[in-house]
């Protein structure tokens, strides 16, 4: 006999229907799932919108930094003007300043421009040599000092355009606007179009931009990065080797090693508090223990690079703590069951896993280290310097800049051109990002890979 009394039995008031039918809290419920997806959606949109905005905004003001505007004409080098004495002694013809060279190149305009048939009525010798840049006589003097034997010969060189004729073939000067100006005249700008379509007058490919150094403020067309791409190379290179092996040996030894007492708390809650604090302190710290107590010199590489490192440290401990906490318990388990130490388990099975999130870290911690400002304004690295850093290791103690600095430097000067340049740094400065993220990806990837095959391998008997 069967016993059906203690099956269950609809209670009262129980539903009834279909599986399905959905009910009304069912569509209640999907409905609010459909909503979360379109919000989700839209925040997606609204950041791809705001960051394709600042691309633009970029690209668009910085992109015209990498062209610049150069003029070609025939130069003598005349011997009664460049070395009198005629011995070609260079310390005799240092004695020739760029004043001497800037009348040679306006002598050298002139001549060009009657043999084009150019009319300059109404302009001035000084206001056909201010096409010119300043930077140009410069350049030709450090030119003819290099080559000596070029006095006494005609030459064709290139020489930089001045920047308010830059900037009119850019779109940021104008003959109306040139009218206001005390730089430059709309007869000015006439006389640059008619060179220009003689063929005197010419936009190219502009490679000092990355290579030459800062110039001052009169002359935006001649100013680059090269100072400052290189300081901010080597301060890279001081955090990567000082931060990346002591961030990782605290992470190993903290996650895998430290016994958990009141002292790692205390450890913890610190490096944590590290990683909040504000930039801009960090560079009072290296004031005070790096230039005024150790007697650093300003403006270092080496000094910028050791304030990073403080800063960037915390950044690198904390993901690396979580990588290695995020390696499954078992794989500790089986390296110490089949007779590793605790030592060859950390470094031959849970370091090798861990490897891809601490390069991720190392990356993002080097990233903010490299667009930081504030604590290299405190050190010194925002002065002025024209002259490159020497190579490694003595160049870590000579002057340099930094580029998010340069370009904090250049927003501050009065010169359109100038503005023109920090978006063309800023440019630099992402695609250092990107090379930096690019290769941490791919770092990571072969760890993956390489991790995935030993692991999978077939053992052999």
């Given at each position: 006999?069967?016993?059906?009394?203690?099956?269950?039995?609809?209670?009262?008031?129980?539903?009834?229907?279909?599986?399905?039918?959905?009910?009304?809290?069912?569509?209640?419920?999907?409905?609010?799932?459909?909503?979360?997806?379109?919000?989700?959606?839209?925040?997606?949109?609204?950041?791809?919108?705001?960051?394709?905005?600042?691309?633009?905004?970029?690209?668009?003001?910085?992109?015209?930094?990498?062209?610049?505007?150069?003029?070609?004409?025939?130069?003598?080098?005349?011997?009664?003007?460049?070395?009198?004495?005629?011995?070609?002694?260079?310390?005799?013809?240092?004695?020739?300043?760029?004043?001497?060279?800037?009348?040679?190149?306006?002598?050298?305009?002139?001549?060009?421009?009657?043999?084009?048939?150019?009319?300059?009525?109404?302009?001035?010798?000084?206001?056909?040599?201010?096409?010119?840049?300043?930077?140009?006589?410069?350049?030709?003097?450090?030119?003819?000092?290099?080559?000596?034997?070029?006095?006494?010969?005609?030459?064709?060189?290139?020489?930089?355009?001045?920047?308010?004729?830059?900037?009119?073939?850019?779109?940021?000067?104008?003959?109306?606007?040139?009218?206001?100006?005390?730089?430059?005249?709309?007869?000015?700008l006439r006389l640059a179009d008619d060179l220009k379509a003689a063929g005197l007058i010419a936009q190219r490919f502009n490679t000092s931009f990355i290579t030459a150094p800062d110039a001052s403020d009169q002359r935006p067309e001649a100013a680059g990065l090269g100072v400052a791409i290189l300081g901010s190379f080597y301060m890279m290179l001081v955090v990567l080797v000082l931060s990346l092996p002591i961030g990782v040996a605290a992470s190993i030894y903290l996650e895998e090693f430290a016994p958990k007492n009141r002292w790692t708390d205390l450890i913890e809650v610190n490096i944590s508090n590290l990683a909040a604090v504000p930039s801009i302190v960090f560079g009072i710290l290296g004031l005070a223990v790096f230039i005024n107590f150790a007697g650093l010199p300003q403006?270092?590489?080496?000094?910028?690079?050791?304030?990073?490192?403080?800063?960037?440290?915390?950044?690198?401990?904390?993901?690396?703590?979580?990588?290695?906490?995020?390696?499954?318990?078992?794989?500790?388990?089986?390296?110490?069951?089949?007779?590793?130490?605790?030592?060859?388990?950390?470094?031959?099975?849970?370091?090798?896993?861990?490897?891809?999130?601490?390069?991720?870290?190392?990356?993002?911690?080097?990233?903010?280290?490299?667009?930081?400002?504030?604590?290299?304004?405190?050190?010194?690295?925002?002065?002025?310097?024209?002259?490159?850093?020497?190579?490694?290791?003595?160049?870590?103690?000579?002057?340099?800049?930094?580029?998010?600095?340069?370009?904090?430097?250049?927003?501050?000067?009065?010169?359109?051109?100038?503005?023109?340049?920090?978006?063309?740094?800023?440019?630099?400065?992402?695609?250092?990002?990107?090379?930096?993220?690019?290769?941490?990806?791919?770092?990571?990837?072969?760890?993956?890979?390489?991790?995935?095959?030993?692991?999978?391998?077939?053992?052999?008997?």
């Amino acid at each position: 006999m069967t016993d059906l009394t203690g099956f269950p039995t609809a209670a009262p008031g129980a539903r009834h229907g279909s599986l399905m039918a959905a009910d009304a809290r069912t569509k209640r419920r999907n409905a609010a799932e459909v909503r979360f997806r379109i919000y989700g959606l839209v925040a997606v949109v609204i950041s791809l919108l705001a960051l394709a905005m600042l691309l633009i905004s970029i690209f668009g003001a910085g992109a015209s930094a990498f062209r610049q505007t150069f003029l070609t004409m025939p130069v003598e080098l005349t011997e009664a003007k460049l070395d009198k004495s005629g011995t070609r002694d260079l310390e005799t013809m240092k004695k020739v300043t760029t004043v001497g060279y800037a009348a040679v190149l306006t002598a050298a305009l002139e001549k060009a421009i009657a043999a084009q048939g150019i009319s300059t009525e109404g302009l001035t010798k000084k206001e056909i040599g201010g096409l010119i840049s300043q930077e140009a006589a410069a350049q030709l003097r450090n030119h003819v000092l290099a080559n000596p034997d070029l006095v006494g010969q005609t030459i064709d060189y290139e020489v930089l355009a001045n920047g308010r004729v830059d900037g009119y073939y850019k779109g940021r000067v104008s003959k109306a606007s040139a009218a206001l100006d005390s730089n430059i005249s709309p007869g000015q700008l006439r006389l640059a179009d008619d060179l220009k379509a003689a063929g005197l007058i010419a936009q190219r490919f502009n490679t000092s931009f990355i290579t030459a150094p800062d110039a001052s403020d009169q002359r935006p067309e001649a100013a680059g990065l090269g100072v400052a791409i290189l300081g901010s190379f080597y301060m890279m290179l001081v955090v990567l080797v000082l931060s990346l092996p002591i961030g990782v040996a605290a992470s190993i030894y903290l996650e895998e090693f430290a016994p958990k007492n009141r002292w790692t708390d205390l450890i913890e809650v610190n490096i944590s508090n590290l990683a909040a604090v504000p930039s801009i302190v960090f560079g009072i710290l290296g004031l005070a223990v790096f230039i005024n107590f150790a007697g650093l010199p300003q403006s270092a590489p080496i000094v910028g690079g050791l304030v990073l490192t403080l800063m960037t440290l915390p950044r690198i401990i904390i993901p690396a703590r979580a990588a290695l906490k995020a390696v499954p318990p078992s794989i500790r388990d089986a390296a110490l069951g089949v007779g590793a130490s605790k030592l060859q388990s950390v470094f031959h099975h849970v370091l090798p896993l861990a490897a891809p999130g601490i390069l991720t870290g190392m990356i993002i911690g080097l990233a903010q280290a490299l667009g930081e400002t504030a604590p290299l304004l405190l050190i010194g690295m925002v002065a002025f310097v024209r002259d490159y850093p020497d190579g490694l290791p003595g160049g870590l103690l000579d002057p340099a800049a930094a580029l998010p600095v340069q370009v904090y430097n250049w927003t501050q000067r009065g010169d359109p051109g100038f503005v023109e340049r920090a978006s063309g740094a800023i440019i630099v400065l992402l695609a250092f990002l990107l090379v930096m993220n690019a290769v941490a990806i791919i770092l990571r990837r072969r760890f993956e890979r390489r991790w995935y095959t030993r692991s999978h391998r077939t053992p052999e008997f």
